[in-house]
């Protein structure tokens, strides 16, 4: 029997799963009005993480990670900013 913290957090993945492909979806379609349609499910399907990821920080299901350092931070943006070699 499923209890309630593994629903929540079934819901939680298979919403993170669509939005995901989503975003692969909307910029490989050159149909405009599909495109529209896309973005439109993609921003309600967000509009549920977002409650899902609520109900799961409120009853403890879920637990972020630590806030990054300014240290750490610094060091991501350093390796992200450097440029390509070719």
């Known amino acids: 029997m499923l209890n309630e913290k593994t629903m929540v957090v079934d819901a939680l993945t298979g919403v993170n799963g669509e939005l995901t492909r989503f975003g692969e979806m909307i910029p490989q379609t050159e149909n405009r009005e599909l495109k529209q349609c896309l973005k439109q499910l993609r921003n309600e399907c967000e509009m549920s993480q ?37």
């Open 50 to 86: 977002e409650k899902l990821y609520q109900i799961a920080r409120e009853k403890s299901y879920y637990v972020p990670a630590e806030k990054a350092s300014q240290q750490e931070i610094n060091h991501v943006k350093s390796i992200l900013t450097q440029p390509v070699m070719k």
